[in-house]
């Protein structure tokens, strides 16, 4: 397969004259994907449903990157209000970095997210990426990033969002309510490569 997720660690990103660390996931322009499922939001109760339904039928268990456009019923997005360049971790110090939830209702959404049962991995690099966010629960980790799209932006994918069809960026608890799946596409993280 000519695509696989990599995860990069950004060793010391400077941000005047402080320091960052961070690890992230990168999907290469043209990357395929290695199923398209055509999802009937009413089939699940939320997001979450969605992707730990994916884990177990579409993936068989391994855990998988994902990029979507979605309508939510009802959504909660959070956000780092401050950069965590101190030492200190921003779910350590929720209080210091982490904005007051937002609620938002009947919102499209273009979403980048990984997923992984997090009792069947080992791979030490996989664990700095998928990491639990306070707001989830189970042991299904769904990390889901987003940005909010204005409704007259022309997007059928996530990869065609550009500059103008954004209204904000946050992170996207999974317990959001489907309204609409406009497309979903599934990578399996099965080689995973660490950039030092």
Known sequence: MPFYPSLHRVGQLEV???FYTTSSVFLAPGATPDAT???NAAAFADLRALCEATLRGTTGGRPFFFTGVLRLGTCVLTSLREAPITGQGPFNNPSKYCALPRHQHNT????VGCVADMRHIEDPVLQRVVYKNPLEHGDVFVHVHCVELREDAPVNKAAE????HVASVAHLVSDATLAEVTSFEVFIMDDIEGIN
Do not use: G
């Open 16 to 18: 005047c004259d402080k």
């Open 161 to 164: 969002v550009r500059p103008e």
């Open 108 to 111: 499209r959404f273009a979403v």
């Open 37 to 39: 499922p055509s999802v």
